[in-house]
């Protein structure tokens, strides 16, 4: 499955922005699906992970509250829905996806080793 995120762009802090994942090749409706960031100069961060069904959704500390993942199968699309942004939410974001069928550990989400595709990133970048 490729997968291209998008929506990024220049906000300034307490502003919101909307990602979106557009997959193609394959139908996500059966594999779960997740948000990464790296920051300049900083290592990855896990965002959050969503399930193929959407029930179970995962968010790494740095999202909890501000930031809630959604998919529409129908679309073959995944979205973040990020508010209250603040200047250290600056990173390049990635949306990723297993290749198959299945639950997916939070331990494996959270380390990105559960996760076999990755997209290019899109840019957000937060002013003060």
């Known amino acids: ?3 291209q995120a998008s929506g990024g762009g220049l906000v300034q802090a307490g502003g919101s922005l909307r990602l979106s994942c557009a997959a193609s090749g394959r139908s996500v409706s ?3 699906m997740g948000w990464f960031r790296r ?3 900083k290592e990855r961060e896990f ?7 959407g029930g179970r959704i995962t968010y790494g ?3 909890k509250g501000r930031f809630a993942i959604s998919r529409d199968n129908a679309k073959n ?3 973040l829905q ?3 942004l603040k200047v250290e939410d600056t990173a ?3 949306c990723v996806a297993t290749a198959s069928t299945g639950s997916l550990s939070t331990a494996s989400a959270m380390s990105g080793k559960g996760f076999d595709n990755w997209g290019q990133g899109t840019l957000v970048t937060v002013s003060s």
Do not use: E, R
């Not at 965002?47 to 069904?53: D, F, N, R």
């Open 1 to 3: 499955v490729q997968l």
């Open 30 to 32: 059966s594999i779960n």
């Open 39 to 41: 920051p300049p100069g």
């Open 47 to 53: 965002v959050g992970a969503i399930s193929w069904t």
């Open 61 to 63: 500390d740095l999202a």
């Open 77 to 79: 699309t995944m979205y």
């Open 82 to 84: 990020m508010n209250s």
């Open 92 to 94: 390049l974001y990635y």
